[in-house]
């Protein structure tokens, strides 16, 4: 179900079969896995070096999202990767997991990107994407304790999603406990359509 280009009004979204190269400095890449290793050892219980939310630039990213792409062909989960418009610099991904008509979803932005509505654009692009392909909720959780949560928080609720009991595809004992759920299903997604519509003609 997962189209392999999309298009928005800031970025594209591409599904690509292989990680972009977030850092060309091969010796750079081999201290950030060793200092990354290092920390995940020595700060036990800090779940914001967990997965998505690591060292920025980090090949532990790296090696996450190309954990996903190879589930990409079973159909189930996948990655895009978001490009602003005319450029090959690969500013951030959305990660999808999929379990019948429920996506959930996770995102990283390049933190020297951020500001630039490109997170915003990409989740709206996804979101007419999946709700037009039968999709009827859409999750979003992230981890309590992550130093970036809040804006995570902000972002969730100005593109209108709404906080929820928790929920996840995949869902480990504990998770209620460091993770927040936000969601936004079809029926509010169609009334979001719908305001936006009365919105402009209005004006």
Known sequence: MFAQRLSGSR???QLNLQAPNLSENEKRVK???????????????????DEFCGIKDVVQMKETMEGWLRSA???SKAVYYIYPHGEDQ??????LKKQGNVVETS??????????????DSRRVMEKFLFANG???????????????????KGLRRLNYAPCEFK?????PGDEKIFKTYHKTAEM???EMARTVQQKLHR
């Open 11 to 13: 970025v594209d979204l």
């Open 189 to 191: 997604y169609v009334s």
């Open 107 to 120: 995102a990283w932005t390049d933190v020297e990107q951020t500001g630039k509505g490109y997170y915003e």
């Open 90 to 95: 690969c500013v951030g991904c959305l990660m």
């Open 73 to 75: 062909e079973a159909d």
């Open 31 to 49: 201290k950030a896995r060793a200092v990354y290793v290092v920390l995940r050892r020595k700060i036990r219980g800090v779940h914001f070096l």
């Open 135 to 153: 999709v009827k909720e859409i999750i979003s959780r992230f981890y309590i304790g992550n130093p970036s949560c809040v804006a995570v928080e």
């Open 168 to 172: 996840g595809i995949d869902t480990k």
